[in-house]
Every structure is written in structure tokens, then in C-alpha cells.
């Protein structure tokens, strides 16, 4: 974190794309208004290149305060601040790190915080559980959890797996528990008085007031220390210039039988769904509805999910036919995309045991009768082939060079 003496400070609000975009919206905003009443200057600001967005895909917001005009316009002389004093995070599952719009490749949800600065992550998990998926740093910062609403004695979330998951319009305190988060660190950006007048003004609630200051004195900040998280390695993101751009929002058709090399679409999933394969009728149903063709047929005839490509977008949890033969499970509960077919034909007891640590009942019962029913693919014909790994094509089909990208 900047000293207190620093003139101006950058806070980045990273949300999933629509469901999360007034939640971000508020807090960005409330942050400036903050500091606003305390004689700063400021302003909010969405990134451009996150526009049009996509339900799910992480976006972000920003804040930048200043002390002067002079301070604010030179801090905003680059559009998108390439480091930040505070990355407020408002969905834990994104931990395992981001891909936008705006770039092709996925970065770790920490890159752009500062040495000494803070991270703060909406969750209902420990700091310790959230950096088993959170990249390592070289250098010491701060973690802060902010709690999820029924922790501050507030309202129910809807749900475990990322509860300011589909905010929209919630109304649960979220934004001003992370204005108070923001408070709590960085009382030079604004003073949890500033965050409660907020509060006091928008709902004219005493009690609501209580209970952000509560989730205030509540948080406790946890020092990261340089190399401590997650030692996962990121594929290297890709920015490309405008000279390297393709043309509008080009989307190649694809050679039957493979994926775009561009779209590694996981990072949009809160939730990811786990197949039974001893009771998988082979009916097709996932295999046809999933809206990004992530099913593969396995040799058995039964289908596996592509953990790359899925968004988890719970269709086919909702299409398959068999009970809790596909089951949607927090996401954080993985650390990778590997096959969990593999574990299954590796290791099958394992496999089992997996599905029953998150409570999906195993149903022995419809086990035969899935055993006798036909593949309906001729597996053979239908195994997709490797996905290209190649660099992305050009417009005009030639490879797009990725040097460079900051024209
Ligand atoms: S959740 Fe299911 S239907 Fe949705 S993208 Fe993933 S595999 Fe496909
Ligand atoms: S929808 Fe269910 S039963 Fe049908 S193929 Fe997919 S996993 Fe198997």
C-alpha cells in the first residue's frame, strides 16, 4: 500500500459480468462519494474493454482518489490502472483467477495488487482456505475476508457457493460491507464515519448502520507473506494491441470435432458439475444441450465434462434425467480443470468417495440398469480429437502476433 502521504490511490472492484455490474457499480461509486465528503477528489469508472459483457465473465470496475485535481489527472493519464492499491473482490470462487474481454488468457485474481496491498474478498471462507486457490506473490500483502451477510447477522445468502453471486439488486449490505472493508484499510481513502453517513443517507435504517459497522470491527486483516497461495501456474495472458485486434467480435467457426483455442471459459463458473459414471444412462442429454459443447463421450459410452470449456451454467444438471446423476459443486472446492473421468477410470472407489464428500448420493440402485443400456455414440467416431493448442488465427487465417499489445 502507497504511505499515508501518497496524493492518490486505485481501487478495482472485480465482479462477474451483469449478474454483479450494479453491486460493482455501488461499491466503485462509494468509494469516491467517501472520499468526496471528506475534500478528496475521484472518480468511477467502468473498463471499456469489458463492454459488451457476458453473464459470468469476470469485469471490472474502478476507483481512483486523489488529493488534488492534479494528483487524479495524473493518475488517470493511463486509462486502466495497471496496479492498485485495493482489489475488492465480490465472488470468492474467482480466487482461482480471471479472464475477461479484454484480454485472451487467464490472470491471477491478484495481479495488480501492490506490495503492502490489499485484497479483499467476499467470501465465507477463511483467509487460509481462499489461498489455497490464490497465486503467490513475491511480496507481503493483505487478505481480508468480508463476510457474507448471515455471518454479520443479517440476511440468509441464497446461497453457499458464491453468495453475492447473483447480487443484481440485493440489497444485503454487500456494498457496504466492502465500503467498510475499504474503510478498515485504507482510512486515508475514506473513514468508516463517511462509509456509515453513506449507509445512514441511502436507507435512512439505523439498524442497517449497526450492522455494517459490526462487520467493520469484525474484519480481521491477514498479512499474506511473499509466496504463500497457490503455486498453480497461469498460462500467460495476452493483450493484443490494436494492430493485432481481429475485427469486431470475430468468432471462427470451428472444425467439428474442436474447441476454440481462444475461449478457456472456466474462469466464468462459480459452480462445476460432477458426473456420475456408474449411473449415466447414456441418454445424450448433457452431450446436446450444454450450450458450449463441453461433453466428450468416454469409451464406455457415458459423457465426461471438458472442465476448460464449461461455464457452469447448471443446463446439464437440469436436462439430465437420472437422479443426481450430474450434480453442480462449488468450484473452489478444485484446484484444476483436469479430467475427473481419468480419476474415475483410475481410481473408482476415489471417484465415489469424491461424489459423496459433497453429499450427492450415489443411488447403487440404478446402477445395473445403466450398466445394460447401449452407448448411443459410436465412441469410436465420436472421441473428439485433441483440442488445437496452436496460437490463435488471424482474421485473414495467418497467426496473430501477441508481442507487445500495449499501442
Ligand atoms: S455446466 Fe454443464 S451445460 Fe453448462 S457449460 Fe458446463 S458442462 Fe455445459
Ligand atoms: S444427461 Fe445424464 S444420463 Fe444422460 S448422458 Fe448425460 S450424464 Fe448420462
Redesign the pocket.
Known amino acids: 500500500m502507497h504511505q499515508t502521504s501518497s496524493a492518490s490511490w486505485s481501487v478495482e472492484v472485480v465482479y462477474r459480468g451483469i449478474f454483479q455490474k450494479r453491486l460493482a457499480n455501488r461499491i466503485s461509486r462509494g468509494v469516491v462519494l467517501g472520499a468526496r465528503r471528506e475534500g478528496k477528489v475521484g472518480t468511477a469508472f467502468a473498463r471499456y474493454g469489458d463492454s459488451p459483457e457476458r453473464n459470468g465473465i469476470p469485469s471490472k470496475n474502478f476507483a481512483v482518489v486523489a488529493t488534488d485535481e492534479v494528483q487524479l489527472e495524473s493518475s488517470l493519464a493511463r486509462y486502466e490502472p495497471e496496479s492498485v492499491d485495493i482489489s475488492i473482490v465480490v465472488d470468492d470462487t474467482m480466487c482461482k483467477g480471471v479472464e475477461s474481454w479484454a484480454w485472451y488468457g487467464v490472470q491471477p485474481i491478484n495481479k495488480l495488487v501492490v506490495p503492502g496491498g490489499f485484497l479483499l474478498v467476499t467470501s465465507d471462507k477463511q483467509p487460509e482456505e481462499l489461498l489455497k486457490a490464490i497465486k503467490t506473490k513475491p511480496y507481503d500483502y493483505t487478505l481480508i475476508v468480508v463476510p457474507s451477510p448471515v455471518h454479520a447477522g443479517v440476511f440468509a445468502p441464497e446461497g453457499s457457493a458464491s453468495f453475492a453471486g447473483l447480487w443484481v439488486d440485493n440489497d444485503d449490505n454487500t456494498d457496504y460491507n466492502c465500503l467498510a472493508a475499504v474503510a478498515r484499510v485504507a482510512p486515508q481513502v475514506m473513514s468508516i464515519d463517511s462509509v456509515l453517513a453513506i449507509v445512514r443517507e441511502r436507507t435512512h435504517d439505523d439498524a442497517r448502520v449497526d450492522m455494517v459497522k459490526a462487520t467493520y470491527d469484525q474484519l480481521q486483516p491477514y498479512t499474506v507473506k511473499a509466496g504463500e497461495g497457490s503455486s498453480v501456474s497461469f498460462e500467460e495472458y495476452r493483450k493484443p494491441g490494436w494492430m493485432q485486434m481481429r475485427e469486431g467480435i470475430i468468432v471462427e467457426a470451428q472444425q467439428v470435432g474442436t474447441r476454440n483455442p481462444l475461449y478457456k ?1 472456466w474462469s466464468t ?1 462459480t ?3 460432477l458426473v456420475n459414471f456408474d449411473t449415466c444412462i447414456k441418454c445424450t442429454q ?1 452431450w446436446l ?7 466428450e463421450v468416454t469409451p464406455e459410452g457415458t459423457y465426461e ?1 471438458i472442465y476448460e ?9 437440469e436436462v439430465c434425467p437420472v437422479p443426481d446423476c ?1 450434480a ?1 459443486v462449488n468450484e473452489l472446492e478444485f484446484d484444476d480443470n483436469d479430467s475427473l473421468y481419468t480419476l474415475y477410470k483410475q481410481d473408482p472407489e476415489a471417484y465415489r468417495q469424491l461424489l459423496q464428500k459433497h453429499n450427492i448420493p450415489l443411488h447403487p440402485e440404478l446402477i445395473e440398469k445403466a450398466k445394460k443400456t447401449p452407448a448411443v455414440h459410436d465412441v469410436q467416431e465420436r472421441k473428439w480429437p485433441v483440442a488445437p493448442t496452436s496460437e490463435p488465427a488471424s482474421a485473414a487465417g495467418g497467426p496473430v502476433p501477441l508481442a507487445g499489445g500495449e499501442e
Open positions: 471459459k463458473r459452480r462445476r458439475p448433457c444441450q450444454c450450450p458450449d459443447e463441453c461433453f465434462v470449456a464449461c461455464i457452469g451454467c447448471s443446463v446439464c444438471e450430474i453442480m
